[in-house]
Every structure is written in structure tokens, then in C-alpha cells.
């Protein structure tokens, strides 16, 4: 065989191996977006539900010798009338042929229990309700949301399904007559944990994260920043300043569960910081990003021509002017993304945060770094922990919120990067 015939048929051999590997990386690039589409798309179809809610239409008579007996309009009599007797005398109204006690307390519960506070704030905005009759909206309970968002579900049979057959004959009377309705699911918005589905909302757990983060950030970039830039430009190279540098790279691969073992030792037990607080979930984040930050401080050092560092030497800066003045500005893009991305995955981590006690049950919205919070991840994976069926949907619904911060800040260090980035 002449030698030319074999150059030629290693030729043939080395194309088809490299048609070969491209072949399997679009495969796999092919496969890897359609599991993701998969993904977010049972994600969406579960989750969106949960940003409306069920709504009942009803004649509200604002009953006067319930609220305000005596006439006097006294605030803290309004405050404490029995808005329960109203709505379910409202109800009787609407559905006269229900007369049995354990009929009207199961009619009674299509109603959320949180419309009797909202009835209580309008009375007191509005005094001249009392003795009126409004047509009010008010929020279906969990149960009857359920049903509305999934109408298959009546004709499943009465021990499968949420209601009994006679509330169903109620529902379906109410549906009819056109008084169900959806509306945006403000709640879900608006306010922080229940036990009721209906009324559970992500705000409280949304300012959680928000606190957690701005102490994290507050505690570990100037400190992951001075790190960096010391170990890159101003520290001797020796076996103590490798030491350090092998550390820092194997504490960046540190499972996280072991930063919340830490911080339960240290922050709660040995230094008593309160639990199920902002600023102990951000000290002990803030461990867990330092690694990443001073190893994105390091890489972006590096990536500065070493030509800077000799022109502002040569003009006679010192080593240390010439790095804060001219190279740690040109850096400054770089550890921008890594900080960012040190934060989004601060912002999705639970594990850490669940051995410091952030997994407690929160009704109030947090207002300040030492209020008891929960986080994103901690709330959705309490929702997901809960039987009741409306928490369903609410756990795919906090994915999806926390999936849309996660993109925004991932989308927010590539523009960092493309706007500052400079090409050397």
C-alpha cells in the first residue's frame, strides 16, 4: 500500500472520529434541552394554578346587631364582631334549603377563614356598611379551589373526592348561577406561610432570602476580595501560602452541608445567636461563598496583562499602588460574575440553612435581620413536606419564583461580563 493511500485512510478514519463526536455532542446538547423543557415545562403547567384563586360572589349583609349592637362605633367592638355569623347567614341566605347544623358548618367552609379579617378592615374603612348589603367577592377555601382548578375531579367518586356530593350540588349551583370566579391570587404575593393553602404566601420567605443575601455579600466580598487579591499579587509563594491555596480550592468543593454543621456549632451553640435568623443564615452562607469568590478574585487578577503591573512599577508605584490602582480596577468584571454567581447559588442552597433552624414555620413577614425567617428553597421544601393537596401547586409556583431570580442573576453576571470585559 503506497504511503499516500495510507495518509489518506487515517484521513477517512480521523474525519469519521471527529463526525462521530460532534454527532454525540449535539446528541447530548439535543437531550440536555429536552429534559430541561421537560422540567420547566411540568414545572409551569403545575405551578401557574397557584397565581389565581378561587372566588365566591355573595350578598353581604353588614348586620348591625352583629358589629355594632350598641351604635356607639366603638373600633375595638368592630374589631372583635363575629364576621363568621355574617358570611354564614349570608350563605343561608343564598342556600335557604340548608338548615342542619352540620350542614351550615360545611357549607360555611367553601368561604377562606381569612375573608372574615378582610370583612373586619373594610367595616373599619368604611363605617357606613354597617346596615348595608354589598355583593362582595370573597376567597373560596383551599378545597373549593382545588375543585374549580380541576373540574375532573367531580366526577370522581365521593370517597376520592375533596367534598361530599352535597357540597358538590352546592358548587355546582354556585357555578350556574356565574358567582365563582378566578381573580389573582394577591395573597400568594402579599403575604407569608399558613397553614391554609389559599392564604400561604412567598413574600415572607422572598424577604428572607433578601436579608440572608445582603449579609452574605456584606460579610464575604470584602473579605473573599482581600483574600485574592493578596494571595495573587502581595503574598509570598511558599509552602504556608500553598497550604492556604489548596485549602481555599477544596473548601470550594466542600459539600454545604457540612457550613451548616459549622455554623450550628459556632453561631448557635457556642455564640448564641438567635435561631431561624437572616444574619445567622448569612454568616454562614457567607463561609460557604468565600472559596468562590476568592478563586474568581484570583482567576480575574491573573487575566490582567502583566504589562499593567510593570508600566505603573516603572512610574514608580509600589506593588501595592499598582495593584489597587490599575489591576484591581481592571478585575473588577470578572469578580463581579463571580460574585454574583457566588450569590445565586447562595440564593438556592437549604441544607446548610435547615440545620440553623430556618425551616421553622413563619407567619410574619420578617422586617429585620434578627426577625425569625424561612428562605425560597427552605419554604418550598415545607410546602412540599405538607399532605394538604392546595400546597401542590404552591411548591411548583415557588420553584418557578425561584427559578426566575435564579436567571435574572445569572443573566446579570453575563451582562457584567459582556459590558466590562476587556479584551487584552
Known amino acids: 500500500m503506497s504511503n499516500t493511500k495510507i495518509i489518506r485512510e487515517s484521513l477517512k478514519k480521523r474525519h469519521l472520529a471527529e463526525s462521530r463526536f460532534k454527532a454525540y455532542g449535539i446528541l447530548g446538547i439535543i437531550s440536555a434541552t429536552l429534559f430541561l423543557m421537560a422540567i420547566l415545562s411540568t414545572i409551569y403547567i403545575e405551578g401557574k394554578s397557584a397565581f389565581k384563586s378561587t372566588y365566591i360572589k355573595i350578598n353581604i349583609f353588614y348586620d348591625p346587631s352583629i358589629i355594632d349592637p350598641e351604635g356607639t362605633r366603638d373600633i375595638e367592638e368592630i374589631k372583635f364582631a363575629n364576621y363568621r355569623k355574617i358570611i354564614k347567614n349570608s350563605l343561608k341566605n343564598y342556600f335557604p334549603e340548608v338548615i342542619g347544623r352540620e350542614e351550615l358548618k360545611n357549607l360555611i367552609s367553601f368561604i377562606s377563614s381569612s375573608e372574615e379579617e378582610n370583612l373586619m378592615k373594610a367595616v373599619l ?253 427552605v419554604q418550598i421544601y415545607l410546602w412540599k413536606s405538607t399532605a394538604a393537596r392546595g400546597f401542590v401547586e404552591l411548591t411548583a409556583a415557588g420553584v418557578i419564583v425561584l427559578l426566575t431570580f435564579l436567571i435574572l442573576m445569572n443573566a446579570l453576571a453575563i451582562f457584567v461580563r459582556n459590558k466590562f470585559e476587556k479584551k487584552w
Open 125 to 377: 374603612e368604611n363605617n357606613e356598611l354597617i346596615g348595608s348589603d354589598k355583593i362582595v367577592w370573597l376567597k373560596a377555601s383551599s378545597t373549593i379551589d382545588v375543585i374549580n382548578k380541576n373540574p375532573e375531579m367531580k366526577n370522581l367518586p365521593e370517597s376520592n373526592r375533596l367534598i361530599s356530593d352535597q357540597e358538590l350540588v352546592w358548587f355546582n349551583k354556585l357555578v350556574l348561577s356565574g358567582d365563582v370566579k378566578f381573580g389573582l391570587n394577591k395573597d400568594f404575593f402579599l403575604k407569608a406561610d399558613s397553614t391554609e393553602p389559599e392564604q400561604a404566601g412567598i413574600l415572607g420567605s422572598i424577604l428572607g432570602s433578601f436579608f440572608t443575601l445582603l449579609i452574605t455579600l456584606i460579610l464575604s466580598f470584602p473579605v473573599a476580595v482581600a483574600a485574592g487579591v493578596f494571595l495573587e499579587e502581595l503574598a509570598p509563594k511558599n509552602k504556608f501560602t500553598d497550604f492556604i491555596e489548596i485549602n481555599i480550592n477544596n473548601l470550594a468543593a466542600v459539600p454545604s452541608i457540612i457550613f451548616g454543621l459549622l455554623g450550628l456549632a459556632i453561631f448557635l451553640n457556642l455564640m448564641h445567636l438567635p435561631r431561624s435568623a437572616p444574619v445567622v443564615g448569612g454568616m454562614v452562607l457567607a463561609l460557604m461563598t468565600l472559596p468562590t469568590i476568592i478563586i474568581a478574585t484570583r482567576v480575574s487578577l491573573k487575566a490582567v496583562p502583566p504589562s499593567i503591573r510593570e508600566a505603573a512599577i516603572g512610574l514608580g508605584a509600589t506593588k501595592f499602588q499598582a495593584v489597587i490602582h490599575h489591576v484591581l480596577p481592571l478585575a473588577v468584571p470578572g469578580i463581579a460574575t463571580g460574585t454574583i454567581i457566588g450569590m445565586s447559588r447562595a440564593l438556592g442552597e437549604s441544607a446548610p440553612l435547615l440545620l440553623i433552624g430556618m425551616v421553622a414555620f413563619i407567619v410574619d413577614i420578617p422586617g429585620s435581620f434578627v426577625d425569625s425567617a424561612t428562605v425560597l428553597p
